[in-house]
């Protein structure tokens, strides 16, 4: 998605089509399946050192509390930024302090809320980021505290979730759905959601359904599917445990399998859905996969300077679904993706987006540093 090398490469999407792009986004009804977390940011106060007297303990001093819709509300927020005229959230968080909070960041953004249940016997997902500022001036992340509901949905709150999927499917343009958690079933994409999203994409394989999870890819069917190189070489290993040597399996696992394994995992979750599949490959860029023929590496855009990669995987999610629902092909959506990613992981201690100027303007430097403006 970008790398800290200062050369560019050609961009596969042309100017015109870059601008025709973001002036669909404006008119785009976008549907949202997912968990929907809150980010905490708790910043520290730089020097303080403060020990409770109880415990002995260093008690940590917070000066500034920030909020952020996190997960899912991570492709929301890149989406919004993007331009896109209205989201639809189908999510569960709970009735309690987080939620607020949640629901105050959420209600900024171009959101209908309608179908966003809130259960008072559920926690409300919250990722808790304690910064620390370092002499250099950059803020670390601290041991994060994560707070969630870990059983099932009842049948009855699942029953109501697909009830409301299948409304905001066919009221929408196109469909993103966030897989956030590794437990299996304790989400709100259980395999109840999952088996309705699948009759879904077969029945209207017109419509735009993209699926970013990452611990179960390899269960979805009737979709276009979006992972790193870790998730898509398990999805492909699940799929086919027997036929996976230990290696290969431990090399998804840690996330550093070479490019012709990868290739191959994606082009057989390709071929499953019959609908092209997305790897993202940091600074090697994304990996496009079509249902048949060869698949394409669409190259980064390299950035300078520090990055922070936090959230990269949503920006480039987000640049995926604006770029196929104004109707670009597969290689010029990985091509806007890797633009948005650039941009946001050059925001630090944040998770970031991009706006079209800035877009814009990336997209003129890449163009300009490779001989085409």
Not at 82 to 95: A, Q
Not at 195 to 206: F, I, N, S, Y
Not at 263 to 279: D, N, V
């Amino acid at each position: 998605m970008a790398s800290g090398d200062a050369r560019f490469g050609k961009c596969p999407l042309e100017r015109e089509r870059l601008e025709a792009i973001l002036r669909a986004a404006p008119r785009m009804t976008v549907a949202l399946v997912g968990d929907l977390f809150l980010d905490r940011y708790l910043h520290l106060v730089p020097g303080a050192r403060e020990w409770s007297v109880e415990t002995g303990l260093e008690a940590y001093q917070v000066e500034q509390v920030r909020n952020v819709p996190g997960a899912l509300g991570t492709v929301m927020n890149n989406l919004a930024a993007l331009g896109v005229g209205l989201l639809v959230p189908v999510s569960v968080i709970g009735d309690d302090g987080h939620g607020y909070d949640l629901l105050r960041e959420v209600r900024k953004l171009p959101v209908d809320l309608a179908h966003l249940l809130c259960l008072p016997e559920r926690l409300t997902p919250t990722y808790t980021k304690p910064l620390a500022l370092q002499a250099d001036g950059t803020w670390k992340e601290l041991n994060r505290l994560d707070v969630r509901t870990r059983r099932p949905l009842s049948e009855a709150a699942t029953a109501e979730l697909m009830q409301r999927i299948v409304e905001v499917f066919h009221s929408s343009d196109g469909m993103v759905v966030l897989d956030q958690l590794v437990d299996a079933d304790q989400g709100v994409v259980n395999r109840s959601v999952r088996r309705l999203l699948a009759a879904l994409g077969r029945e209207h394989p017109e419509k735009l359904l993209l699926v970013d999870s990452r611990g179960f890819l390899g269960k979805f069917e009737a979709a276009m599917l979006k992972g790193n190189r870790g998730e898509v070489v398990r999805a492909a290993a699940a799929e086919h445990a027997s036929g996976h040597p230990s290696s290969v399996r431990q090399a998804g696992a840690e996330g550093e399998a070479p490019l012709d394994l990868v290739e191959a995992a994606l082009a057989g979750l390709a071929s499953k859905t019959g609908r092209p599949a997305f790897c993202t490959l940091g600074s090697d860029g994304i990996l496009v996969a079509p249902p048949s023929g060869p698949s394409q590496r669409v190259p980064a855009v390299p950035v300078a300077g520090p990055i922070d990669i936090v959230g990269a995987g949503d920006a480039a999610t987000s640049g995926l679904v604006l770029a196929m629902l104004a109707g670009a092909s597969p290689v010029e959506a990985a091509a806007l993706a890797n633009l948005v990613a650039s941009i946001t992981i050059q925001q630090l201690g944040t998770t970031g987006t991009a706006s079209p100027d800035q877009i814009r303007q990336r997209w003129e430097a890449c163009a300009a540093a490779s001989g085409l403006a």
